[in-house]
């Protein structure tokens, strides 16, 4: 099982930055593929950003390139997603979200484990 925690949402004037936080625990976790998505109420969830624990080059969705990054801390232990120049329709709830196959797809379906969730609101 993995076990994963998000933080670091919160409320941000337009043109802030936040950085979200996933803490992954688990049984060879260290393997799997992991992903940001987020959900606009009365929404599927929407794919934001992915990557490997290892070096890899990342996934974005095309509303966040340039603006958002995701990245892994050295010890396996935490993704980020740090999100710059923020704007009102980035509100939502984030969630972190891993792939047990080890790849950064888009589709929230191959996901196997997901986290709580926190949720980001951007005034303007």
């Known amino acids: 099982q993995v076990r994963l925690v998000e933080s670091g949402g919160g409320l941000v004037q337009a043109g802030g930055s936040l950085r979200l936080s996933c803490a992954a625990s688990?049984?060879?976790?260290?393997?799997?593929?992991m992903g940001w998505f987020r959900q606009f109420p009365g929404m599927e969830r929407e794919f934001v950003a992915a990557?490997?624990?290892?070096?890899?080059?990342?996934n974005y969705a095309d509303s966040v390139k340039g603006r958002f990054a995701i990245s892994t801390d050295n010890a396996k232990t935490a993704v980020y997603l740090h999100m710059n120049n923020l704007k009102p329709e980035d509100t939502a709830v984030y969630y972190c979200?891993?792939?047990?196959?080890?790849?950064?797809?888009?589709?929230?379906?191959?996901?196997?484990?997901w986290g709580q969730g926190t949720q980001v609101t951007v005034s303007s």
């Open positions: 979200a891993a792939d047990l196959w080890g790849r950064t797809s888009s589709k929230p379906g191959l996901y196997n484990f």
């Open positions: 990557t490997t624990w290892s070096i890899g080059v990342p």
């Open positions: 688990g049984r060879n976790f260290e393997r799997y593929g």
